[in-house]
């Protein structure tokens, strides 16, 4: 469907300013040139990603772990922000009501983009924290010699993302779920809907009474259940949604 055919409903709530939070995952970034998760390519070195962003994989081998990080930050570094984080950006400092952003994404690409409030429920690949007791360390600097650095107690650092079968930040997912549960419309964005909790935000919101639309040009676990599926690419229908709501600046 195209925006100029919007429901009225959601035309409704994109003009009135309604409270919105909006979820995204890897594919917000595809445009950016940034591999997905799951995208066809396989992400890195013919990996599978979910192998690689493990506790376990870090504990056995953190040189390759390390190695796909710095892969990652340097892919990160040369890709630019596209026209959907920068009309959320736009959008967010527009907005005269509730705007929230949550994201799964680690790249920082949001926050270049000029995004100050958005929840990172993943972490970030720009800050480390030791492998031992967790404290956060200063932002990652590519000279610090050899991989794995080590944390002053010795420890291997790590990057300060939450890998599979670690738990999310518990501030990052109580907010996240209350965001969902007072929004009156939830927009989810470049994401795939399998990994949980984070793909478990949409449904509270709708359960909450929320007006769902998925933004993905492929099918999802959760394009079922939303009230709209627009499908495209994040970086042509997030601006023409955001320009629905009044927002000007940005890419918008
Ligand atoms: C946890 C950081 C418990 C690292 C990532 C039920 C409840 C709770 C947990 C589970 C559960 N069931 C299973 C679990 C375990 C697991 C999980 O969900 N597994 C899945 C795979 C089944 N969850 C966890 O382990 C979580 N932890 O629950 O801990 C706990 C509690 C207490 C104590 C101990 C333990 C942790 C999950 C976080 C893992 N870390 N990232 C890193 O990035 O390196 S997740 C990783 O996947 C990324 O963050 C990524 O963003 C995320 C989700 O993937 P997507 O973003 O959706 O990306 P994907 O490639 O899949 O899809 C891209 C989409 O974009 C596609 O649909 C494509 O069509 C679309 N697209 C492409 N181009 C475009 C586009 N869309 C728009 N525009 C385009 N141009």
Known sequence: METATLPPRLLALLESGAPLAVLTGAGVSAESGLATFRGPQGMWEGLDPASLATPQAFQNDPLTVWRFYAWRRRQA????????????????SAATGRFQLVTQNVDGLHERAGSRGAIRLHGTLWRLRCSVDAHEHDDFREELGPLPPRCTCGAPLRPAVVWFGEPLPTAAIESAERAAREAALVLVAGTSSTVY???ALPRIARAAGAYVVEINPEATALTSEVDLHLRGAAGRLVPELARHAGVTSGSA
């Open 77 to 92: 570094l040369a890709a630019e922000p596209n026209p959907a984080h920068v009309a959320l950006a736009a959008w967010e």
């Open 197 to 199: 909790p984070a793909a």
